[in-house]
């Protein structure tokens, strides 16, 4: 048994004739590839559910098998009454899933939380946090083999989707040989490795790359606090005619050598700073982000500063990076 909470989860799963099944706002690998294997697993022991999202998928997951089960939503009208219970899931926050306008607006339904954010404080009646996980992918996978579910091909290309994305293609530190045994496992129950890597890795829009070029341009070198960063401020933003490339653009800073940290800001709005934080070795650049307000993982994390102006938010950034390389 991986997980104590595992028959806790199922059992409340069984009691219930309807659930919905939560990924966090702008999806990435690890959020859809999880939720869409939960969905075909339920489906496994004749429970319906239905898969939101507050954002659209991004083109690069678009190969992900059963992505149409996920539906955009906007959560400031949903009706939550049809359904008995929620789970969210790879959400450390209630206002991950909903957006930072709905963050105390919980809605009056039972939810399971099954997450691995260092940030995650446990939101749900079940809360099923494994900080130590790589992914959300590889907790589900631990899950169904607790239910002794049947792992089949389209189960296991989401999982493998969401280990490989949240890995970095077992790049990232902290990864260690049982997160290989399973997805040998999952590769063995049809998932193929080289689809998902070229999908996730070798797709890169020519836009994009473009939009790296302006942002390396913008780039500044820390030497003495040994962090790579980089501003775009709306305006500029605006001229490069809104790309997309944000989470590539802060995961090119990662690779620069002598550095302990890779930040990316960008204006996506006026008097809205998107920031992506990425952590080369020793460094948790969540606990920087939960500083400012944001969450995320310990090599990887974001946070947005809202109702502040560029340069403000850029400094103020940039101090509170500062004091933990240090």
Known sequence: MYYKESNKILQSIKSVKRVLITSHKE?????????????????????????????????????????????????????????????????????????SDLKNALPDKPIIVIDHHNSNKGYGEINLIDKRSTSVSEMVYKMLVDWKLDIDEGIATNLLTGIIGDTGSFRYPGIGSETFDIASKLMKAGADREK????????????????????????????????????????????MGKPDGFGFAGAFFQVVKDTEIGIFMVEKEK??????????????????????????????????????????????????????TK
């Open 271 to 324: 008097g809205m700073v998107d920031v992506s934080f990425r952590a080369r070795r020793n460094i948790d650049v969540s606990r920087i982000s939960v500083s400012l307000g944001g969450g995320g993982h310990k090599r990887a994390a974001g946070v947005k500063l809202k109702g502040i102006k560029f340069k403000d938010a850029v400094e103020k950034v940039l101090e509170t990076a500062r004091k933990y």
């Open 27 to 99: 999806p990435d690998a690890d959020s859809i590839g999880s939720v869409i294997a939960f969905h075909l697993s339920l489906k496994k022991i004749g429970v319906s559910s239905d898969l939101v999202c507050k954002d659209n998928v991004p083109e690069y997951l678009q190969f992900v098998p059963f992505l149409k089960k996920v539906k955009k939503v906007d959560f400031k009208d949903f009706n939550y009454g049809k359904y008995d219970l929620i789970i969210a899931l790879d959400s450390s926050e209630w206002d991950q899933v909903v957006g």
């Open 196 to 239: 998902i890597i070229l999908n996730l890795h070798f797709s890169t829009p020519f836009e994009e790359l473009k939009y790296l070029a302006e942002i390396l341009k913008e780039a500044e070198f820390d030497k003495k606090n040994k962090i790579v960063w980089a501003a775009i401020s709306y305006e500029k933003y605006l001229k």
